[in-house]
């Protein structure tokens, strides 16, 4: 089985698709297909959630000063105002300043997709009557900071198509260890491939298409399968001690 899997991996090849602006308003489908012409049997298609969002009409003009913050704290399940921007809680998943965004807005603020989970599997459906395959994988990617790392890595905002997660509880290890809590999250790891593929920048490039990834293709997903509640995560006692620490290059 693991044999199986590493062959998948080192098949797997990621196609970033070069698009021209998408505009506001614009209806997604016609755009998606119009870019990714031809799409095989068991692909993952990944999607900007900018742009769903832009279709959704997910955008606010800036009036003034305050309106961010506005946008902000009416967006998040939880805030917090910090050195550096807001540190909220949106759809479950920690993020900076509710995903609200303004690269590549021309001036506005573009907020996250109203549930990126529905919206994939909307997206799915209709992609897969398009192209007329049964297998299909539809992943809505944002961009993330890691705590403590510099740089920002992919996120699965709302995936439809295959399992989420990996779970390796009650098999053995190589050594025929029993492992007790290892997952692997098959989701983010895919949106994190791809974004790095469809870059942050200039590169125009809001689609991607994945082939040969290692997952297990299901009609049905369940959202909740990778969130963990905030009292359970295994860094909050990390972060409610981390002020007494020592970090390199600060002075004690």
């Known amino acids: ?15 970033p698709i070069k698009t021209r602006v998408f505009k506001e308003g614009e209806p997604l489908l016609p755009f998606v297909v119009r870019h990714a012409k031809k799409v095989k ?4 298609i990944v999607i900007t959630s900018k742009i769903v969002a832009l279709s959704e009409g997910r955008v606010r003009r800036i009036k003034d000063a305050g309106t961010r913050a506005r946008v902000i704290k009416s967006e998040s399940q939880w805030r917090m105002r910090t050195k550096h921007t807001w540190l909220t809680i949106k759809d479950n998943m920690v993020m900076a300043s509710a995903g609200v965004d ?14 990126s989970f529905a919206a994939a599997r909307r997206i799915r459906e209709e992609l897969k009557r398009h192209y007329r395959i049964k297998n299909l994988g539809v992943i809505i990617t944002d961009s993330r900071l890691l705590p403590l790392r510099a740089g920002i890595v992919g996120v ?19 050594f025929g260890r029993i492992l007790r809590l290892s997952r692997t ?11 790095l593929m469809m ?23 369940d959202p909740r399968e990778l969130f963990i509640d905030p009292r359970e995560d295994i860094y909050q006692p990390l972060f409610e001690k981390i002020k007494k620490a020592k970090w390199p290059g600060r002075r004690a």
């Open 185 to 195: 999250d098959v989701a983010d790891s895919l949106a994190t491939a791809a974004v």
């Open 156 to 174: 699965a905002l709302g995936y439809s198509g295959f399992g989420g997660i990996r779970d390796y509880r009650g098999t053995p290890d190589i």
């Open 1 to 15: 089985m693991m044999r199986e899997n590493a062959r998948a991996v080192i098949a797997m090849l990621i196609q």
């Open 41 to 44: 049997n068991g692909s993952i």
């Open 199 to 221: 870059g942050e920048g200039a590169e125009r490039q809001p689609l991607a298409v994945i082939k040969n990834a290692p997952v297990e293709f299901k009609d049905k997903t």
């Open 102 to 115: 303004e690269s590549n807005a021309d001036g506005k603020l573009i907020l996250l997709p109203k549930n």
